[in-house]
């Protein structure tokens, strides 16, 4: 029943570590996101697919490589990960096709590099 | 390029009294705008949107915003606050049609018995 989730929930690793955060909606929604809030909550919009193609592609170390395998998923990988990286990563899903434009958003993923 | 400035990052009302959260933004088109809650360790959950029908929008859980565009506000309200209404609040604007959402830097919200 979960319209958007995100696994896992909570995520600790080393520095230098790959690691990957997995997201679904079951909305139908044709537009999925992804978002960084940090230890003072601000956020910030990392990335963007509309119907599997990247649309929002802020200013993110390459480091970070989203996938939309299909409109339903959207995954973050993350390569050689730093201390910087530590934060609540939030996936969020749209309807843009239908004008309305709120967005929906996962539980978030809290990754913590040690 | 759109902006969005929450007066407050802290905010303390009694139980019962007023609840006013203050939003400015900065947009070069008529935006869209929105209002988010965030309980701790939870996600984003929407509360109300603005988007260019009616100025005095209400939304969930008893809050409402009215959109002044001559003051280039959306602030939040509610009447009568409830213990349950202790979170962190988000104002959010987006000025095209891609979904690009600029949020505030949000305001914590405590209610005292």
């Known amino acids: 029943d979960t319209a958007v989730s995100q696994t896992p929930k909570y995520l600790v690793t080393q520095m230098g570590n790959d690691k990957s955060i997995k997201c679904e909606q079951n909305?139908?929604?044709?537009?999925m996101y992804w978002y960084k809030q940090d230890s003072k909550k601000f956020l910030k919009i990392m990335f963007s697919y509309n119907n599997k193609e990247l649309i929002i592609n802020e200013t993110v170390p390459n480091r970070f490589s989203p996938k939309s395998p299909d409109k339903a998923h959207l995954n973050l990988h993350i390569n050689s990960l730093e201390l910087g990286d530590s934060a609540v990563y939030f996936c969020a899903s749209s309807r843009l096709a239908g004008g309305s434009y709120e967005q929906y958003f996962g539980p978030g993923t809290r990754l913590t590099v040690t | 390029a759109q902006s969005v400035t929450q007066l407050g990052s802290h905010v303390s009302v009694s139980e019962g009294a007023l609840v006013l959260l203050r939003c400015n933004y900065s947009s070069s088109v008529p935006p869209y705008l929105f209002w988010y809650v965030q309980y701790p360790n939870q996600g984003l959950q929407l509360l109300l949107k603005y988007t260019s029908a009616a100025t005095l929008v209400k939304g969930i859980n008893g809050f409402e915003a009215e959109f002044k565009k001559s003051e280039t506000s959306f602030h939040l309200t509610k009447p009568s606050a409830h213990m349950s209404d202790a979170a962190e609040y988000f104002c959010?604007?987006?000025?095209?049609?891609?979904?690009?959402?600029?949020f505030g830097a949000g305001t914590q919200v405590v209610v005292t018995p």
């Open positions: 959010a604007v987006s000025e095209n049609s891609w979904g690009k959402f600029q």
């Open positions: 909305l139908g929604h044709d537009t």
